[in-house]
């Protein structure tokens, strides 16, 4: 069993920045990746920003520039520095997972909801 767990949303100001967090747990042999999904109400869910145990970042255009994703392997937990947020981040943010345990599985957080108010 493995379990997601995002912290650091919240309610903030056009211009603002918040800080999220997400901590691996369970049955985890290794960590491929780590990153984190939006959804907005009535969207789609869509990929902000993924990191590979290595390091590499890819972000979604809407987000580059302005959010950096990280990941401490030892800990299992990546982060995800929001600044200059806009009101259209407005969404639930959900931690994402790519997990070796007896194969790779993909595991999902339940979300932490980020609101940017204008």
């Known amino acids: 069993q493995v379990q997601l767990v995002e912290s650091g949303g919240g309610l903030v100001q056009a211009g603002g920045s918040l800080r999220l967090s997400c901590a691996a747990s369970?049955?985890?042999?290794?960590?491929?990746?780590m990153g984190w999904h939006r959804q907005a109400p009535g969207k789609q869910r869509e990929l902000v920003a993924l990191i590979t145990s290595g390091g590499f970042a890819n972000y979604a255009d809407s987000v580059k520039g302005r959010f950096t994703i990280s990941i401490d392997n030892a800990k299992k937990s990546v982060y995800l520095r929001m600044n200059s947020l806009k009101p259209e981040d407005t969404a639930v943010y959900y931690c994402?997972?790519?997990?070796?345990?007896?194969?790779?599985?993909?595991?999902w957080g339940q979300g932490t909801q980020v609101t940017v108010s204008s």
């Open positions: 369970g049955s985890i042999s290794g960590i491929n990746a």
């Open positions: 994402y997972a790519e997990i070796r345990n007896w194969g790779m599985n993909n595991y």
